[in-house]
């Protein structure tokens, strides 16, 4: 994505859930002008600590993904990896919708959903919240926190206000005391017209 917006001559980067700073780092050591976002002021404490050790200067928002606080037509690309799905369907559709607000005209948007594919959305003993959502049981720091699900239909339609660019569904597997998950996500890029 890096390389993409950079010959598109892309500037106002949004890192939407920017988490510990990794990608905000990146693209700000390529001389885009980056705004990060999280909920958790830990992790935008932490992005700005490690931003001021690259001496490099961004603008920091904590906040609710549902309500964005930024002006209309701002960002020219958006980078939301493994973040948005922490709702259920209704907030789901207000993320896209708050999406298309802050993203200008020819703007491009990154992100990845959790898969209906995945092993967390075939738990049966899971609360179902709605027919796309799990409120995840597992102990750890996602407990009892929604997880959204979608299958390649249902992203047509979620955004159907945009143009699909590329979508593409991962499977990663991965081992532990417990056995063997997959964890399938769609890679999806979209473009504002």
């Not at 988490?19 to 390529?30: C, Q």
């Not at 898969?115 to 959502?133: A, H, M, R, V, Y």
Request: aromatic share 16%; proline share 2%.
């Amino acid at each position: 994505m890096l390389n993409r917006w950079k010959s598109q001559q892309k500037q106002y980067f949004l890192d939407l859930g920017c988490g510990l700073g990794r990608h905000s780092i990146l693209f700000g050591k390529n001389n885009f002008k980056v705004n990060c976002f999280d909920i958790s002021e830990e992790a935008i404490n932490r992005t700005r600590e490690w931003a001021k050790k690259e001496n490099l200067e961004f603008n920091y928002n904590v906040g609710d993904m549902l309500k964005l606080p930024y002006e209309n037509e701002q960002f020219d690309c958006i980078y939301c990896r493994n973040v948005i799905s922490h709702t259920d369907t209704e907030g789901m559709k207000q993320v896209i919708k708050e999406l298309y607000r802050v993203m200008k005209n020819n703007g491009e948007c990154y992100l990845t959903l959790g898969s209906k594919d995945t092993w967390g959305f075939k738990q049966e003993d899971w609360p179902l919240i709605d027919e796309n959502t799990r409120l995840r049981m597992e102990e750890g720091p996602e407990y009892k926190i929604p997880h959204f699900y979608v299958d390649y239909n249902l992203v047509q339609e979620l955004f159907k206000d945009f143009e699909i660019i590329n979508i593409y569904q991962v499977v990663n597997y991965y081992k532990d005391n417990k056995g063997l998950f997959d964890s399938y996500h769609y890679h999806v890029l979209i473009h504002k017209d």
